[in-house]
């Protein structure tokens, strides 16, 4: 059970950075219409992913992720079931070539149990001038849910911009 919560958790971590990358095109690249963003999160060898997640923005301007848009998209392998709680708000440093969300807010659902988690200021890394923004070994700590979710867990993610 601790092995499936922990995997859960970090499919949470996943889905967190994930949409906080998912906001992180910068102005490195070309400056059209990129209002929907993809992503896919890899948490201990499982994978979540969605398409077509709204920004009321282009980036490089500071941009809001339409939590209403992801959460029907998620699909996750395995058992696990991940909701986007907040709107994450994205600011970008086209400079450093990062997106940063202010506030990631996540439940996890896995086995019947219930595991939440937050993360503040996230940020990820574009990939050259891609639209594809990438965040690795992301650490992600518990914010409410059973004493069987682990303290924290990490993941890596991966967004594109179209």
Request: aromatic residues 4%; proline residues 3%.
């Amino acid at each position: 059970m601790e092995v499936a919560v922990a995997r859960l958790t970090t499919k949470i971590t996943g889905l967190i950075v994930g949409a906080m990358a998912v906001s992180g095109l910068t102005a490195g690249v070309a400056l059209a219409d990129h209002a929907k963003v993809d992503g896919t999160i890899t948490a201990a060898g499982d994978t979540c992913s969605w398409t077509d997640g709204s920004l009321d923005g282009n980036p490089p301007q500071t941009v809001t992720l339409d939590r209403t848009t992801v959460n029907p998209n998620v699909t996750c392998t395995g058992s696990v079931s991940v909701t986007l709680n907040n709107d994450p708000t994205i600011s970008f440093d086209d400079t450093a070539g990062t997106a940063t969300a202010d506030l990631i807010s996540v439940t996890v659902q896995r086995s019947g149990i219930t595991c939440e988690y937050e993360a503040a200021g996230l940020q990820a890394q574009r990939e050259g001038t891609t639209r594809t923004y990438t965040a690795t070994g992301v650490t992600i700590e518990k914010s409410g849910g059973s004493f069987l979710c682990p303290s924290s867990t990490t993941a890596d993610a991966q967004f594109v911009f179209h």
